[in-house]
C-alpha cells in the first residue's frame, strides 16, 4: 500500500504546467510525472480553455507530490512562496543552482534564491545552512550572515570561512 501525501502544493501556470512538470522532473532524480488531466467542453465559459488543453499534471520530484495547474493568465507567481532545496555540497548547489536558474530571470538572484523561466521561486541552499544562524547574537552568526547576503548562489567553504572567522574573500560562487 503507497502513503498518500496529505498536503502537497498545486503551482499554477497560464498554460505551460506540462512543460514545467517535465523540466523540474529533468532536473531531480527519484523524479516522474504520474498524470495528466485535460479540460473538457464543460466549464468553457468560466475557464476558457479548449477542450484537450492540459488541466492539470501530477508529478512527484524526490518523492514529493505536486500538482500543476494551467489555470490561465489570473495569478502569476512571486517570491512570497519558494521552493527549498536543501543540497549536501557546493556540487549539488551548483548543479541545482544552474539548471533551475537556466534562463530564469538573472535580476532575481540573491543569498541562494533564484527565480527560473516558469517564474517560480527557488532557495537553493546547504543542509547545514542552519548551524551558521543558529545563534544570530554570536559573532560567527554575523559573519556568516553578512557573507552571504553578498553572494548570489551560496558559496558553502566561504560561509564556512566567515562562521569560523577565517579570512574571507570575495564568494566565488557568485553566478
Known sequence: ?????????????????????TFYVSVFRNSRIVKVTRYGKAGFDVH?????????????????????????PVFTFNEAVSLQVFCDSQAE??????????????????????????????????????????????????????AMMAMKKIDIAALERAWKGESVATPSHSG
Open 1 to 21: 500500500m503507497t502513503s498518500v501525501q496529505r498536503i502537497a502544493p498545486c503551482l499554477w501556470f497560464d498554460r505551460r504546467a506540462e512543460e514545467a512538470a
Open 48 to 72: 476558457h480553455m479548449p477542450a484537450g488543453t492540459v488541466m492539470t499534471v501530477e508529478f512527484e520530484l524526490d518523492g514529493q507530490s505536486f500538482t500543476a495547474l494551467n489555470g490561465g
Open 93 to 146: 548547489i551548483d548543479y541545482h543552482w544552474d539548471k533551475l536558474g537556466q534562463d530564469g530571470d538573472p535580476r532575481a538572484r540573491q543569498c541562494g534564491w533564484l527565480k527560473d523561466r516558469y517564474g517560480l521561486s527557488w532557495q537553493i541552499v546547504p543542509r547545514s545552512m542552519a548551524k551558521y544562524f543558529a545563534d544570530e547574537n554570536s559573532p560567527g552568526a554575523q559573519r556568516a550572515m553578512h
